[in-house]
């Protein structure tokens, strides 16, 4: 079990007592058929992100972080929910993948930014995950619940303590945590935000379907890599085409300059490369066991 997962298992047992209380007053909510607030979702989204940064590995170098601050809110300042304060972290992992909370906190592995060819992959993926925050997904899963079903997707969707590198659960919520992944349906919608807010941002969306096709070339090759990226964010060769589709319904006016690549971008990808390997935390057996 990786590094990831055993933190996953971690979360999800601390989060538990802490959600079982939260979920009443969230399936009110859902019973009444209330919107939950912007600020509702901010501090939602604060309180599972301060979970996961104690949890997680994350990287603590000024330069790499401000880099990818600096990307993330090229595109998100420009978002219908650019009020927000949005914050973007790197998560000192090899697998590829990244993910976001609600209210604005982006996550990007650093496996992602150590694979991508080109500095408009990175901000694909970003932009991707900035358009689930921005059509709220994980705040509407809670909407579509019965209030007995409220803490589960919580834990799930807001935690991901249900995920591991493998796609298995980590602890053993039955069937129903299956409806807490993202839809086929969400990842259209992102897919179709993250376009939208790389052209924003002056920068190529090809970077997206680009990072897609690697993604699938990767799982033949080394599917350890990316099962945590397959196992959240349903792929195939469609979802490529459907991407590249949307882009070509643009008709960017001929040249147009979009930023593909900087020489910054490869300076920081070397320095994310020259970082230490995560250190196995010292209780990852026993956290391991007790996924089991």
């Known amino acids: 079990m990786s590094e ?12 538990l007592a802490r959600l079982a209380s939260f979920s009443i007053s969230i399936g ?17 989204g604060a309180s ?5 940064d104690s949890e997680l590995q994350l990287v603590h170098d000024t330069v790499i972080n401000q880099y990818v601050t600096a990307l993330g ?14 914050h973007f972290a790197v998560v000192n992992s090899p697998e590829i993948n990244a993910f976001a909370l609600p209210g604005g906190y982006v996550y990007v592995n650093r496996g992602a930014i150590e694979h991508a060819d080109r500095a408009d992959e990175l901000a694909g993926v970003m932009g991707h995950e900035i358009g689930h925050v921005v059509r709220r997904h994980s705040v509407q899963q809670l909407q579509q619940r019965e209030r007995g079903d409220v803490a589960l997707v919580l834990l799930c ?20 945590a299956v409806a807490a992944h993202y839809s086929q349906h969400d990842e259209a919608e992102a897919d179709s935000e993250g376009v939208v807010n790389t052209v924003r941002a002056g920068i190529d969306p090809e970077g997206l379907p680009s990072f897609f096709q690697k993604l699938l070339d990767t799982r033949t090759q080394q599917p350890t890599l990316v099962e945590a990226f397959f196992s959240t964010h349903p792929t195939d060769e469609s979802r490529v085409a ?24 490869h300076e920081i990808q070397a320095r994310v ?20």
Do not use: Y
């Open 242 to 265: 459907a991407t590249r589709k949307q882009i070509a319904s643009l008709q960017l006016p001929p040249g147009k300059e979009l930023m593909r690549d900087t020489p910054e971008f």
């Open 73 to 86: 809110l090229s595109m998100a300042s420009k978002t219908s929910r650019a009020d927000l304060n949005w």
């Open 157 to 176: 969707t807001l935690t991901h303590a249900c995920r591991t590198i493998s796609g298995r659960a980590a602890i053993r919520v039955g069937a129903g």
């Open 273 to 292: 490369r020259a970082l230490p390997k995560p250190k196995p935390r010292a209780d990852s057996a026993a956290v391991a066991d007790s996924a089991r």
């Open 4 to 15: 990831t997962s055993n933190v996953h298992s971690r979360v999800a047992r601390r989060a």
């Open 28 to 44: 009110v909510v859902a019973a009444v058929g209330c919107s939950v607030s912007s600020d509702q979702e901010t501090a939602m």
């Open 48 to 52: 599972e992100a301060a979970q996961i």
